[in-house]
T-cell receptor, first 113, second 118 residues
Framework: AQSVTQLDSHVSVSEGTPVLLRCNYS??????LFWYVQHPNKGLQLLLK??????LVKGINGFEAEFKKSETSFHLTKPSAHMSDAAEYFC???????????FGTGTRLLVSP | GAGVSQTPSNKVTEKGKYVELRCDPI?????LYWYRQSLGQGPEFLIY????????DSGLPNDRFFAVRPEGSVSTLKIQRTERGDSAVYLC????????????????FGPGTRLTVL
C-alpha cells in the first residue's frame, strides 16, 4: 500500500527565510506525488505534482519539490517565506489507478514577521 | 467558471440522526470523489464515482455510509444513525477522466462540509 509520512507537524519560520517541509513516501511501484495546501476556510489547492518526469518540480507561488528515489523523499522548499504562505501543507501519493489520493497528516507552516 | 460547491457548509446533528451532504462538481467533470478529514488529520478517501457508478467504495468505514450520483453530476453522501465519531469535515473533489486513465488528472476540491454530531 502507498503511504506518506510528514516528518514535522509544525514548522515555524520568519518572513523572508527559507522553508523546508519534509515528506517521505512508501510505494510498491513508481509513485505520483503531490503537495497540496489548505488555507483556513478554503479548499485544498494543488501546489505541484511529480509524475515520473523531471525530478525537480516547480509549483505555484515559488514552491519546489525534489523527488529522491534513493531517499524515498519528496521535500517541499521555498527560498523565501511570505506571510501568505501560512497554511496547512499535505504531502500526497496516489493509490493504484491514479484516482485515490493518500494524504499525509499535514504540516502547519507558521510565518512570523 | 464555478468550482466544486458543497452544501451545507456546516451541519450539526444529534447522535442517531440521518444526514445528507451534497456536492456539485465542476461542470463536465466525470469523476467525483469523497474524502473525510478528521481534526488534526489529512483527508482520507471514502468513495470514487466514474459517471453514475461507484468505481471504488473501499474507503467507506461501514454500512451506515452510502453515496449516490444518479445523473452523473451532483452527488449526495448519506450517513445513517450518526455517531459522535462521524464528526469531521467531508470533502468532495472532481476531475476529468477516471477509470483506465494512465496519468493523474488533477482533483479540484470543494470547501467541505463540517459535520458535528452531538
Amino acid at each position: 500500500a502507498q503511504s506518506v509520512t510528514q516528518l514535522d507537524s509544525h514548522v515555524s519560520v520568519s518572513e523572508g527565510t527559507p522553508v523546508l517541509l519534509r515528506c517521505n513516501y512508501s510505494s510498491s511501484y513508481s509513485p505520483s506525488l503531490f503537495w497540496y495546501v489548505q488555507h483556513p476556510n478554503k479548499g485544498l489547492q494543488l501546489l505541484l505534482k511529480y509524475t515520473s518526469a523531471a525530478t525537480l518540480v516547480k509549483g505555484i507561488n515559488g514552491f519546489e519539490a525534489e523527488f529522491k528515489k534513493s531517499e524515498t523523499s519528496f521535500h517541499l522548499t521555498k527560498p523565501s517565506a511570505h506571510m501568505s504562505d501560512a497554511a496547512e501543507y499535505f504531502c500526497v501519493v496516489t493509490g493504484t489507478g491514479f484516482q485515490k489520493l493518500v494524504f499525509g497528516t499535514g504540516t502547519r507552516l507558521l510565518v512570523s514577521p | 467558471g464555478a468550482g466544486v460547491s458543497q452544501t451545507p457548509s456546516n451541519k450539526v446533528t444529534e447522535k442517531g440522526k440521518y444526514v445528507e451532504l451534497r456536492c456539485d462538481p465542476i461542470s463536465g467533470h466525470t469523476a467525483l470523489y469523497w474524502y473525510r478529514q478528521s481534526l488534526g488529520q489529512g483527508p482520507e478517501f471514502l468513495i470514487y464515482f466514474q459517471g453514475t457508478g461507484a468505481a471504488d467504495d473501499s474507503g467507506l468505514p461501514n454500512d451506515r455510509f452510502f453515496a449516490v450520483r444518479p445523473e452523473g453530476s451532483v452527488s449526495t453522501l448519506k450517513i445513517q444513525r450518526t455517531e459522535r465519531g462521524d464528526s469531521a469535515v467531508y470533502l468532495c473533489a472532481s476531475s476529468v477522466g477516471g477509470r483506465g486513465q494512465t496519468s493523474y488528472n488533477e482533483q479540484f476540491f470543494g470547501p467541505g462540509t463540517r459535520l458535528t454530531v452531538l
